[in-house]
């Protein structure tokens, strides 16, 4: 053979074995040994079908405990990252340590079975590898320099987390097992699995890392949004490394991570800019169950965790039964996560020991699997065996720690908290409306003109839009008294004012940099180039910041996001917008399980604005009203707020008194979209200068009436211009700005003014079994001292709005006759 076909020969059988190792990194995950119970079957891979040297040293590494997905990454240095980590040897695991760890799960479970028999725990075992899988994932974090990781999870294995991972006392755990202080959550409080929890991890070599385990609700995964928005608002307040210093580490269930539409939602905020927080660690605790369903009927894919492929993200499946894996791959995920800066996941697969919880019994649906699971020896026991070390002194003293434990635990009287509140909360507070809150709103007329002025400046050279030059001309003339303030104005004056105070402002919402709209323009885009300018911004004073982005086509996750965000910044004002408000009901479980309950569960405030445009404007069923009844029907005990400015004037006090007052409630906002420009809603620059949000807007007149109208929003000023024409006996029209709390001292005081009133008359525009009507009409009963309650309000219906336009307007007329007593 001459030395160039020598050459060529070796090339290409060089290429042959590179082709083989290729074969496996894409596919070797797929016949993958990641089972412990052995019900996934390898999947036929003719790739794979090939034997020798090469092909069994690529099995071993791709096809043993661990799976890894990651050829799908069009980032060649990231493909190459995996591949180095996955052939390279592994570290030596600390396996007294992992030992230790696995059987701490298992026992902790135990003791919690035998004592509290009956009572629901979510027992971890069967996927007790995830507390070492903690462990090393925190413990590379340590070495990254993380100084706080802020967790998600939902019900299983949530007790054994708070106790060995965040670090809280057994005893205080087995105290709300004994609930040894019911009386002080009569009507209140949540169930101990739901809870939040605030710690510290303690990592082998002596690291620390402070941990959250974030409050959440039944509603699986909606607390996922949640928490990468309280992890973002925790990076901003660490400055420019704060996405090395807090890191955020999700835990799904298999079937709720496959079922759940908000994980794809929160998934796809990951890259973008507004909501980035340098990549989430993912692990989904795949017990290849949810309840009593099997994964072929939880999804239609092979893996739990194939929706995560949408990203260009890593995917790495391990065998829960095999612990040195499992901790290689959290360190794995973890170093992957501070290289590249996105989401990585981790698929541990594992069994689920007991029923879905412990008084539901699992042979009844899956006698084969369960008595499987019952021949299978639980993880530190084969981990023992394998490892050659001896469990049983270990098994020992962890039960008489748990029995000390417990024993402390009956002699709680009172339920320790769980979880700290960071020290930036020190300044606000929750609770029952008190007046001593109210702040001053207004700004000084020289004050605001030069906010106005620098909110229509750009810089030299900037190519403006025809239109919008022509905006912020007629904006100059509104900040210098020469023109009245319409909504978008007044909303950025508001904006601006408040950063020059050194009070932050974020907004996100479909489209919010422009406004769905054109009202706002809180960007401008240069015509030549798109470059962006946002003028608010240059406003900011001290540490405060304007953030305004347009969010992706969420609600759920958006409104989740914005929610976790105001919770880890009281100081800032965190306002969401729906595009119309009729979208955000695609958001009601954050409304219903976070935004109006969370006080009530949990003690933890908010003080999250929600925009949502609303209005009868014969746009159709789903582009006419937030829906004000459901928002009602949340309130109770001063836990949220709910108005509807019907002024320019207004709406720039609501913001302000919202931002400044120390009362952190949720504020629920029925923005107009009309009256936007409507000179009826327009104010002068001295109603911004003076005064501050009436939660009433009392009758003009003189209180002679014998007919007062009462409304909310939009509908006022249709009435109030159809009052111009009637020159006889025109009635009085009292617009009630805030729903609830409801304002009942200011209106009986202006129901009273009018004392020759013979009948009050609710108008609105929604449906009778819609909007304000059922709430207020009781209420408005009780103020009228005898005197009549009527009214006025489209025909009950099945849907919102009528789809015709014209149909739109006949109704609305009737609503103006009938009003007017025709
Ligand atoms: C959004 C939502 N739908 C339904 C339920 C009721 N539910 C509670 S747990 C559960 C099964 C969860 O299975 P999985 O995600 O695999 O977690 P596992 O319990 O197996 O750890 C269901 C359907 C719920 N809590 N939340």
Known sequence: MSREQAIAESASSKDALERIWESFRRWGYLQANLDPLGDIEPAPMPELDVSGPEAEAARRVYCSSIGAEFMHIPDRERRIWVQERMESEAAEPDRARILDLLI???????????????????????ESALIPLLDSILSAAAEQGAEKAMLAMSHRGRLNVMVHTVGRAAADVFARFEDVDPRSTLGSGDVKYHLGATGTFHAANGQEVGIHLVSNPSHLEAVDPVVIGRTRAKQMRRGENGRRLVVPIMMHGDAAFAGQGICAETLNMAGVEGFAVGGSVHIIVNNLIGFTTAPKDGGSSRYSSDLAKRLPIPIFHVNAEDPDAVVRVGRMALDYRYEFG?????????????????????TITQPVRYRKIEAHSPMWQIYAETTGADPEPIVQRVREELDAAQKEAQEIEKSPPMRRLPRYWGAFQGGRYDASFEVETAVAADSLTNVGEALVRYPDGFHIHAKVKKLLEQRLEMARGKRAIDFGMAEALAFGSLLK??????????????????????????????????????????????EIYNSPLSEAAVLGFEYGFSRDYPEALVLWEAQFGDFANGAQIIIDQFIAASEDKWNLLSGIVLLLPHGYEGQGPEHSSARIERFLQLAARDNIQICQPSTAAQYFHLLRRQALRKWRKPLVVFTPKSMLRNPAASSRLTDLTSGRFQNVIPDLGDGSAGRVLLCTGKIGHELAAERKRHQENPPAIIFVE????????????????????????WVQEEPGNMGAHEFVIPELERLARGRAVLSVNRSASASAATGSHKAHEMEQKTLLALAFGK
């Open 738 to 761: 805030q729903m609830y709390p409801f304002p009942e001292a200011e209106l009986a005081a202006e129901m009273d003014r009018h004392a020759n009133a013979r009948e009050f008359v």
């Open 501 to 546: 105070q050194g009070v932050p402002v974020r907004l996100t919402g479909q489209d919010s940099r422009r406004g769905t709209f054109n009202q706002r323009h809180s960007a401008l885009i240069d015509i030549e180039t798109e470059e962006e300018y946002v003028p608010l911004a240059g406003l900011a004073q001290d540490s405060a910041f304007c």
């Open 104 to 126: 701490r799960a298992d026992i902790f479970e135990q003791v919690l079975q035998t004592r509290y028999l009956g009572t629901k725990r979510y027992s971890l075992e069967g």
């Open 342 to 362: 996105t989401p990585v996941f981790v698929d541990l697969i594992g069994y689920r020991r007991h029923g879905h919880s412990e008084v539901d019994d699992p």
